[in-house]
């Protein structure tokens, strides 16, 4: 695992940039890469750590690329945020002739393994996000695999199994609208309290009160 802003990720970011290309041209079929493109989706962060005590932390709050290898190759990169209370998987890329081995499944259990161990020294770091969840995309249904799992409903930013929402999305399909139509209304947020990135930085001691 290799902090985006290091001489270690400067040394392998050609070799995942290639395999980045490869990944995206055999599985979504897209052909036009540039490098440009993948740094300010992949590499480039706005977060960095202001946290008290971090040089007593094995691990500093921020951006990684987990590098997975094998026989020497790097043929997966697992793009992560270690945010305060969770661990955010971002995006997976890997080499495509390597598929069968299932590897969005073995990332997601190796992650969760580092959630457990950052817990060791973050307590309040315990949740593991997985990102978006589409069910009718076949390439996100290994997500629902593990257990206990959470959707957020976008209308009453609640969290409801997900066992309950692919049950509601079973039975109502495109009419479906909300997770938890009885949940009461979030209360709005004052105009004033809302944050702002400026200059391509914010410190991870906004997120804490929020």
Partial sequence: MVPVESDEYDATADESFELYK???????????????????????????SDEEGAENKSVALGTYHQQYYLDGQ???????????RCLSSKYLFHDPQYKFLMLGTYTALREIAFVRELMKERPELHYYYMGYYIHSCAKMRYKGRFHPSDLLCDRSFTWVPLEKCIEMMGSNGERLEAFAPDAPEPEKCPTAA????????LYFSNFLDL
């Fill in 22 to 48: 490869n990944y995206q041209n055999s599985i979504h079929k897209d052909t036009q890469c540039t490098r440009r493109g993948f740094t300010d989706f992949l590499t480039d962060s706005p977060l960095f």
């Fill in 74 to 84: 790097l043929i997966a990169v697992g793009v992560v945020d270690i945010l305060p």
């Fill in 194 to 201: 809302v944050r702002c990135l400026y200059n391509r930085y």
